[in-house]
DNA sequence: CTAAAAATATGATAATTATCATATAAATGA
DNA sequence: TCATTTATATGATAATTATCATATTTTTAG
């Protein structure tokens, strides 16, 4: 997305309508009116990197719709580690569960870079749950999908060894966000988050990543993750 | 719920509206016609046992509710084991997720008691959710709740070990199934089955259930578990 | 640009957990 | 009933993973 560094009351003032990343959620259900609504009632914010846009136990009373950027959803375990339970990308929606449940959020959202978020209220999006059944359909969807994706995860978690579910994360992460021209991982986590996502401590995820590295899976220079052989890491990742 | 162990055709013919279990799901939303129209679509099953409901990966096209018993949901982990991904109990429905997605249930339900469930089609359970705005709101209610408690669930296999986990597991199983007169747990699952719950090996749980015994925590008799020493439990589930 | 702080890396060691072996107890079926 | 299978239990050992210590590199702030 191109952005020309408009003052922020001009980007406040962008319809929905015309932006593109409504197309990838929930949202595509909207028609021209519902969309010119939700343009007068939805805030705009710029979210630098490493910001919370919320956090784990508070009330947001509304959905945030990711127009620019990635963030981590996080939960705190009593451990005192951050587990990252799931990376969003922009065109996704946050808080639709905590909504819906009328519940705080249970999750923690930080910026892992500089975002564009819009904050719509909750008043509004179940106006257009009442009125527009294919939107709450979506929305339903989404969840389904989220769901299905837990549990799964979970049950990696829970019976995979720590170094199946690193090569399983970083599969995941080249595929979902994508790679640079020099074949590097788009996405650059800390090894403290990459720990954070698969839950092992520090230590041992780097030293993983050099094993790896000495096998020639993957290629570490700097912050740069490079995976060579994508097949041999998923048959680690099973 | 007293069964006289009348015939299946009878039992077929039981209306959904005199059925106490419906007030436990989503299905407390319906009216009487809509009930009546469930009582003609439904069929009635007895499920033993051990017994299979659905598979992963299997498409079911449709719902069940569980009239009475307790089943596991699974998924087979790529190491070979079963992993024990949530229990439902009466009152409960099956199938709610694989049937919004349109997608194959990714879970398999295998019963630990003998079941009485009914499975609903999903043409009438989509037909409910277009009229009537309560049961889908409940539906969708019943699934964020799910998926909260898949990602809770997620991050405690992530970041606990075992001991925790086991201890974590416990008190769940007393608080959701309660205890009998003599205390033990109402629920009784195999030494593998609880494996496969905290995605630990037979042996380890096992051996921690033996040490939890010999500090006093809890009481092993044949297939009884009492748990002696919530507190202390707890401290340790964190 | 440089000093300080933070992140990454690696070694040494301890703790946790899995695996394999084997014994005992309980459940099942003819 | 008894034999056979299955489940539970425990020991010995190996593999995995965490923790603590300490370099080294990278990033950040002044």
Known sequence: MIN??????????????????????????????????????????????????FEEGENINGIYCVKDGICKLTKLSPNGKDHIVKLIKKGELLGQRSMISDEPVNLSAVALEDMEVC?????????????????????????????????????SMAQKSVKERLAETLIYLEETFGKNVDGSLVIQLSREELSGMIGTATESCIRLLSDFNKLGLIELSGKKIVLKDINKLKKIAE
Chains 1, 2 share one sequence.
Not at 26 to 47: G, Q
Not at 129 to 152: A, E, G, H, R, Y
């Open 119 to 155: 904050f719509i209220p909750k008043s509004e999006v179940m106006g257009f749950f009442d009125k527009n059944n294919q939107f709450s359909m979506n929305v339903m969807k989404t969840i389904c999908s989220d769901l299905k994706d837990s549990d799964d995860h979970m049950v």
């Open 4 to 53: 020309f560094a408009l003052p922020k009351t001009f980007f406040n003032m962008s319809k929905c309508d015309q932006c593109i990343v409504r197309e990838f959620s929930s949202l595509k259900a909207l028609n021209k009116d519902e969309l010119l609504k939700l343009s007068d009632c939805k805030t705009s914010h710029t979210i630098k990197k490493g910001e919370v846009i």
